[in-house]
């Protein structure tokens, strides 16, 4: 099935500083999914891009579709306390609609 | 709060035990999941069940067994488990009237699993 390469694996920033994250796949992606984990909890459904160059924004939060659809990445401006955890992305693989593969994840800590 | 509800939350078994988990949603959603996922790592997908028939096994061992006994309910069954085995199970569940893109997937607050 497709695979997602994200990256970087770990962040850690400044309260106040942005903050961002990659994914990238070597084949054309039909769309793209982003989950939030805070540390001890359950991944939470963010936002699914589906057509090229899409870009949508969610208060501090950008998420952009490349014009490829091969990359994807989330952005968050001006990161608070309350941005910490795990951030996946995931994709569609092995040919079924129901079958999601997360990338690595990358973990955001904030130094208030 | 999670609508997805699994239980129990925390479940500590030997390997010659037999226990399950439970997962309940009361969303309408016709397609549920089991997810496996280990510490620092991204959940592992298990199985899918879409309208109450498993059709996604992704080579799970077989001392994992699943059951969808209706739209709302789906089990995991556990036996003689091995101590990698430990790890947090993560039931989630989408509409399932999928097309050409996955719908969003809600997640239960998982169960962490101990085998001692």
């Known amino acids: 099935g497709q695979q997602v390469m994200q990256i970087p694996q770990y962040q850690h920033v400044q309260e106040g500083e942005d903050f961002t994250t990659y994914c990238n796949s070597s084949?054309?992606?039909?769309?793209i999914q982003w989950y939030k984990q805070r540390p001890g909890g359950h991944p939470v459904f963010l936002i699914q891009l589906v057509k090229s160059g899409e870009v949508k924004k969610q208060k501090r939060l950008t998420f952009q579709f490349g014009e490829a659809k091969k990359n994807s990445s989330l952005h968050i401006t001006a990161t608070q306390t309350t941005d910490v955890g795990t951030y996946f992305c995931a994709i569609n693989s092995g040919g079924s609609n129901y079958k999601l593969t997360f990338g690595k994840g990358t973990l955001l800590t904030v130094n208030p | 709060d999670t609508e997805v509800t699994q239980t129990p939350k925390h479940l500590v078994m030997g390997m010659t035990n037999k226990k399950s988990l439970k997962c309940e949603q009361h969303?309408?959603?016709?397609?549920m999941y089991w997810y496996k996922q280990k510490a620092k790592k991204p959940p592992e997908l298990m199985f899918v069940y879409s309208y109450e028939k498993l059709s996604i096994n992704e080579s799970v061992p077989s001392r994992f067994s699943p059951e969808c006994p209706n739209s709302s309910l789906l089990n995991l069954h556990l036996h003689a488990l091995q101590p990698e085995d430990s790890a947090l199970y993560l039931c989630?569940?989408?509409?399932?009237?999928?097309?050409?893109?996955?719908?969003?997937?809600?997640f239960g607050d998982g169960t962490r699993l101990s085998i001692l």
């Open positions: 084949t054309t992606l039909s769309n």
């Open positions: 989630a569940s989408s509409q399932g009237r999928m097309r050409t893109v996955n719908q969003p997937q809600h």
């Open positions: 969303m309408g959603h016709r397609a």
